[in-house]
RNA sequence: GGCCUCGUAGCAUAACUGAAUAGUGCACUUGAUUACGGCUCAAGAGGUUACAAGUUUGAAUCUUGUCGAGGUCACCA
């Protein structure tokens, strides 16, 4: 039993006893470092029952409290906080109860758990990922393994963009300029390839609008008419209408990003439950919009293109359906809800998708509702901030985007030099060398990106975020390292009865902090952020280490203080573990 | 211009969703260690939470306005 859930229950007994006051849930807070405690209470919300001024209220309270509680060994009172000092006991038996327990704070799933799906990364296949889609999947990754901790089942999924204009562009610059280019011919990766035909449609593109204003025309009627525009537009009615040729064409290009965005995932460490691709999806986007026109949902204007009107929720109108027949964005996305809605019998779904499509999810969701599926209320989009540089926005013109894959590669080079200058590896063979300066340096990216919180827009700062000080992933690492070090030396000491021992304040804040692991999970879980969990990972840390500075464990003074302090100890390093797990990120037993 | 986000020490960020003197890291000052791994710990300095009103016993948090940054209003995705 929690001791806060305890506590509580006395709470509501003294309220009801004393004022005659129902309360169901009281809310504790940790008491404040400069005050003496463990557990405070605020009780200006009892004054008016009470009817007396805060510092009585809460004298009245707390006196309840100890006269009834063991747990409330004492209290004082702060204005209208009440201070509760709780005996040592229940946290040492938490302690010995808890310390070697398996998936400590999660929540197992059963056949009635809510079943959730999390939609994550979702590239376009007409270039590679960058540094925005990193913080996507990592974001993606990491809660959904926090949500299924929680005790949700989860389905991670992908809807990949393999149709439209985009990839039209690539496709039919290579075949203009490609020469046959291939990922083997060129030793190129298969997303970096395409991506580099699609930066050659651009500019072929820009050269022929140019000659067209050139010519007199207006910039905006040059751009319409420009005779790579028209092919690109034409290759994707060629598409739709099943063309073998361009279907071939579309396969192989599309394959090739496949493989390339695979080295990626792996890199990265993501991975998904199932793959959406639009190409599937779009059809079933049209039947629905074919529906939703008789359903009234829907209406077609003069050209054949088809709108749904949401003025009435104060928004536009939005298209659904080009005048030639041709799927948007929407209607794909449509397509796709609704597919996964059948396929998974999901509950609810979140959308992993940057914050400059709040407008489009909005929309989405709203449409899907006025469809009339009730799971339309459960969808969630996950937004999340742009993520910017110290030289200020990524611009894929001005080439100052930061490729994925480069990215990784620098982290982990910085990862090595810095320690080989420590030298603490002699012993190590190259092949473990390698793999621990890849756990180091994607754990200095990992966390640095989901330290912030995910609706924030973020500064990346490559220097900072390998820095091996402070408030980084690294830094976790080591005191996971170290502890694990101290309990390789502490071998098998006999596990002795503590529960009658008196705690050390650094013993106790640990402990404390151990305690609420569970709930941040939960937390952590209902607000969608890894943050919650980074920011409790740094903490415990930050206290972990100033017990071990404070104490000594192997030298403690006997053999029953000694088991405690291990105890505490291989406790610490396997929420550590556990917890930058939930961040995608692995803890290394020495570094 | 309409709508939506966001403004917290020099920089990067936190605050359990309305509670105590606004936490933390980097950078800066000072100190500890004969080591359970110094990639550590302890202490100091640094803030009118953009600004102005309002609600409240209590506001970084809620309301309104002003200023500033970004996003979005495509038959792009």
Not at 393 to 410: N, W
Request: with cysteine.
């Amino acid at each position: 039993m929690d001791i806060q859930q305890n506590i509580s229950i006395g709470v509501v007994e003294a309220l009801k006893s004393l004022y005659d006051l129902e309360v169901e849930l009281i809310d504790f807070q940790p008491t404040r470092k400069d005050f003496d405690g463990d557990l405070t209470l605020v009780v200006f919300p009892y004054l008016r029952s009470s009817r007396k001024g805060p510092e009585q209220t809460a004298v009245e309270i707390g006196e309840y409290l100890k006269e009834k509680l063991n747990e409330v060994e004492d209290f004082n009172v702060v204005k209208g906080f009440l201070n509760l000092v709780i005996s040592d006991k229940p946290y040492v038996d938490f302690l010995s109860e808890n310390s070697s327990v398996n998936n400590f704070g999660f929540v197992e799933v059963n056949e009635n758990s809510t079943s959730t799906m999390v939609e994550y990364s979702s590239p376009n296949t007409n270039k590679p990922l960058h540094l925005g889609h990193i913080r996507n999947n990592l974001l993606g990754y990491s809660v959904a393994e926090i949500i299924k901790a929680s005790g949700n089942k989860v389905y991670k999924t992908q809807i990949i963009n393999d149709r439209g204009i985009h990839i039209c562009k690539s496709m039919l610059a290579w075949e203009k300029f490609g020469e046959g280019a291939t990922p083997e011919s060129t030793g190129l990766k298969g997303d970096k390839l395409v991506g580099a035909y699609y930066v050659e449609f651009d500019r072929a593109y820009k050269v022929e609008v140019k000659e067209l204003v050139n010519g007199g025309m207006e910039q905006k009627e040059a751009e319409k008419r420009a005779p790579l525009m028209l092919e690109a537009q034409q290759m994707l009615r060629s598409w739709e209408a099943k063309d073998a040729e361009v279907i071939k064409l579309w396969e192989m290009m599309n394959k090739w990003v496949y493989d390339g965005f695979e080295v990626t995932y792996n890199n990265l460490g993501v991975d998904f439950d199932k793959n959406y691709y639009e190409s599937n999806t779009y059809l079933l986007g049209k039947e629905i919009i074919a529906k939703g026109i008789e359903k009234g949902v829907f209406f077609k204007k003069e050209d054949g293109s088809v709108w749904c009107d949401l003025t009435a929720e104060g928004l536009d109108e939005k298209i659904v359906l080009r005048s030639d027949g041709t799927a948007v964005y929407m209607t794909q996305d449509i397509g796709t809800a609704i597919e996964r809605a059948i396929e998974f019998g999901v509950d609810e779904m979140i959308y992993t998708v940057g914050n400059e499509q709040d407008y489009h999810f909005k929309v989405l969701f709203l449409i899907l509702d006025k469809l009339g599926y009730d799971w339309a209320k459960k969808l969630y989009h996950l937004s999340y901030g742009m993520v910017d540089l110290p030289s200020g926005k990524m611009k894929s013109r001005e080439g100052t985007v930061v490729d994925a894959d480069d990215l990784m590669v620098e982290m982990t080079d910085t990862a090595r030099a810095i320690s080989e200058e420590l030298g603490k590896l002699e012993e190590y063979s190259e092949e473990k060398k390698a793999e621990l300066y890849t756990e180091i340096g994607m754990g200095a990216l990992k966390y640095f990106m989901l330290k912030v919180d995910p609706k924030k827009r973020m500064l990346f700062d490559p220097k900072e975020s390998i820095d091996f000080n402070g408030n980084t992933g690294p830094f976790i690492q080591y005191t996971h390292a170290r502890i694990k070090s101290i309990l390789r030396k502490a071998g098998d000491v006999a596990k002795a009865d503590y529960t009658a021992l008196k705690l050390h304040d650094k013993e106790k804040e640990l402990v404390k902090h151990l305690m609420n692991y569970p709930n941040v999970i939960q937390l952590a879980a209902k607000n969608y952020s890894p943050a919650l969990i980074a920011n409790y990972s740094y903490d415990l840390v930050k206290l972990y280490n100033s017990f071990y500075q404070n104490v000594s464990i192997l030298k403690a003074e006997d053999e029953v203080v000694k088991s405690m302090r291990v105890d505490i100890s291989a406790f610490t390093a396997s929420v550590i573990a556990s917890s930058m797990k939930l961040l995608g990120i692995t803890v290394p037993e020495r570094m």
